[in-house]
């Protein structure tokens, strides 16, 4: 199954359940994508999260419920996944700009939220530059934080920050950022700030070591100003170089992003030419 099926199977297997408890880990499985990758394609072809595509959905749909329907709010809430008519109002009102009991009154303007409908396009006919490169293990050492799916966007860029704000960037500088989910199921993985460990150092205070495991890696190099670039090629990668991949599939939870010195480019991370990769741990097809 390529990414664009996928993805349209996803769509209609949350329309079908809207109602039920879904999760990334649920819909994920039925289209036969391992969680940690299901995700992360979601997120860059779609432009939002899955639950966050869901809970946009629920909340659209229940606002159509209280302008054509008698229905108690209560038991709207409940049938839309909301514990309480308080978060369901909270919710409610974020989405829709007004309060349940205001929505039904006559006249009143809602937000629609319609399903995604996925089309195909003639799209690519560029050249994607990569490679594939086997590297024998090696292990990093940095600060290490866990981060759930869903806030992952948000969150990872300000561990950046106070990263370098706490001073352990005159420890650990941040060549790489490791993205690592070793059952590639779950709602979480862990994300780690890293250099190469070199054994002769003493690991500071607070620091982890980790063995990033031998793996033939599909190498993509980005160039141009952060995080533009490395968002550019990350949406590529999902959205034309997977779907046209005939020879390789993904072969475990790791993503790493390797990031060029910054003193190095006038602008630093800003520089028209600022250099990163992306690798992904690739394995030929069965």
């Excluded at 409940?78 to 309480?84: C, T």
């Excluded at 475990?252 to 030419?273: H, L, R, S, W």
Aim: with cysteine.
């Amino acid at each position: 199954m390529d990414w664009m099926d996928a993805i349209s199977k996803a769509i209609e297997y949350i329309e079908e359940h809207i109602t039920e408890d879904l999760s990334v880990d649920t819909i994920a499985k039925e289209v036969n994508i391992s969680p940690f990758y299901f995700q992360t394609g979601f997120r860059l072809l779609c432009g939002f999260t899955v639950m966050e595509y869901v809970r946009s959905r629920r909340l659209a749909l229940a606002g159509n419920e209280l302008t054509t329907a008698g229905t108690k709010v209560i038991d709207i809430a409940l049938k839309y996944g909301y514990d309480s008519p308080d978060s369901f109002a909270k919710a409610f009102t974020r989405f829709h700009g007004m309060t349940p009991s205001k929505a039904r009154r006559e006249g009143v303007l809602l937000k629609s939220f319609a399903p995604l409908k996925i089309r195909m396009s003639l799209e690519g006919g560029y050249t994607m530059d990569y490679k594939i490169v086997k590297k024998d293990s090696f292990t990093v050492v940095g600060v290490s934080r866990r981060f759930s799916y869903e806030n992952a966007m948000q969150e990872v860029p300000v561990f950046w920050k106070e990263h370098y704000a706490a001073g352990n960037g005159n420890y650990v500088c941040g060549m790489f950022g490791v993205n690592i989910d070793p059952t590639m199921g779950g709602d979480e993985f862990e994300y780690i700030i890293a250099d190469v460990y070199h054994p002769e150092s003493e690991v500071p205070d607070g620091f982890v070591t980790m063995v990033i495991p031998a793996f033939t890696w599909a190498v993509f190099p980005c160039r141009g100003a952060m995080p533009e670039a490395l968002q550019d090629v990350n949406k590529k990668i999902f959205s034309e170089w997977l779907p046209a991949l005939r020879d390789y599939e993904f072969a475990a939870g790791y993503c790493i992003e390797m990031y060029d010195p910054v003193d190095k480019y006038p602008k630093g991370i800003q520089d028209e030419n600022y250099y990163t990769e992306i690798w992904i741990p690739v394995k030929p097809k069965e």
